[in-house]
C-alpha cells in the first residue's frame, strides 16, 4: 500500500513521535491517512532512544522514517504551569523544516486521527494552521502547513533557544497576521470535523477502560483503538500504553 511513486510524491504528511507510546500515536496517523486514500508520502520523524520494535512497525506504515536529535525548550517552569511538563520535547517538531526533499509538508501530531481525505490541506500555503482552542489568538500546532526550508529552520532554532516554549507561542503572536487559519480541525466537539486532534494530557492510548472523554470524544477513541488493533500483527506484540508520558500533573 505505501510507498507508490507519483507525480505528487514531493508532498508530504509528517509526524514526530519521541518514545513508543507516540509511535502508538503515529501508526494511526499513517494508517488514517492511507484508509482515506492519500496520494502524499507519509513521513515519521523519530528520535534515537525509539525502540527497534517500534521503528519496525512504523516501517511498515510510513513511506520514510528519518531519526532526528531530540530538542527540549527547557521551559520546564511555563511547562509545569500548563501542567505538562513533558512538552519540551515537543520542540523536535521543528527539525520538520529539514525534509527539503519535499517542497510542502502538513504536519500532523501523533494524537490525531484523519476522518476523511485532507489532501486539500496541500492547497494552503505555509503557514497554515487552526486557532488554540485555549488561546484562540495563537494556532495550535497540531496541524500546519509548511515549506521545508534550511534557512526557516535555522531562524526558528535561533527563536525558539531566545524564548522558549510558551513565551514563542506569545511571540509569535506577531506572526500570525501571516498566518490562513485551517477550518477543517475541530478539536473540542467533533461534529463535521474531518481532523480530530486528542489533545491534553489524555491520549488515547492511554485511556484505554478509564477514560476522562466526553461521550462525544468517546466515539473517536474506540475509532482510534480500531483503527490502532486492525492490522497490529499478534506476533510483535503492540506496544503497551507506558506510563512515560503521564508525568504528575
Ligand atoms: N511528542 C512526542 N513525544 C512526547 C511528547 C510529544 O513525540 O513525549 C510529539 C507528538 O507528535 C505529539 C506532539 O509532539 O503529538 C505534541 O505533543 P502532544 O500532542 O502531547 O501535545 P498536545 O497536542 O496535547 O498539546
Ligand atoms: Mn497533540
Redesign the pocket.
Known amino acids: 500500500m505505501k510507498g507508490r511513486i507519483c507525480s505528487l510524491s514531493a508532498e508530504a504528511f509528517v ?5 513508543d ?2 509511535c502508538m ?2 501508526t494511526v496517523v499513517a494508517r488514517s491517512l492511507r484508509r482515506h486514500g492519500t496520494t502524499r508520502h507519509i513521513v515519521a520523524m523519530i ?1 534515537p532512544n525509539v525502540s527497534e520494535q517500534s521503528r519496525l512497525a512504523l516501517n511498515d506504515v510510513f513511506d520514510e522514517v528519518i531519526v532526528v536529535d531530540v530538542m527540549d525548550s527547557e521551559d520546564y517552569h511555563h511547562l509545569c504551569l500548563l501542567g ?1 511538563p ?2 519540551g ?2 520542540f ?2 521543528i527539525h520538520c523544516w529539514t525534509l527539503t526533499q519535499y517542497s510542502k509538508c502538513v504536519f500532523l ?4 486521527l484523519v476522518l476523511c481525505n485532507v489532501d486539500e490541506l496541500f492547497d494552503r500555503d505555509e503557514l497554515s494552521a487552526a486557532p488554540d482552542p485555549g488561546w484562540p489568538d495563537c494556532f ?3 496541524v500546519f502547513v509548511f515549506r521545508p526550508s534550511l534557512h526557516t529552520h535555522t531562524s526558528l532554532l535561533h527563536h525558539a533557544s531566545r524564548h522558549g516554549s510558551v513565551h514563542d507561542n506569545t511571540r509569535l503572536h506577531g506572526l500570525r497576521r501571516k498566518f490562513f487559519y485551517l477550518q477543517v480541525c475541530s478539536c473540542r466537539f467533533g461534529h463535521g470535523a474531518k481532523i480530530i ?5 489524555d ?1 488515547p492510548w492511554s485511556s484505554q477502560g478509564n477514560s476522562s472523554y466526553s461521550h462525544n470524544m468517546e466515539q473517536f477513541v474506540s475509532l482510534w483503538w480500531k483503527e490502532y488493533l486492525i492490522h497490529t500483527v499478534s506476533s510483535a506484540p503492540a506496544v503497551q500504553p507506558k506510563q ?2 503521564k508525568k504528575p500533573q
Open positions: 509526524t514526530l513521535a519521541t518514545t507510546s507516540y500515536g503515529a528520535t505538562r513533558e512538552l520535547i515537543t523536535t517538531k501530531d501523533a494524537d490525531t495550535n500546532s497540531g486532534h486528542f489533545l491534553g494530557a491520549k512515560e508520558q
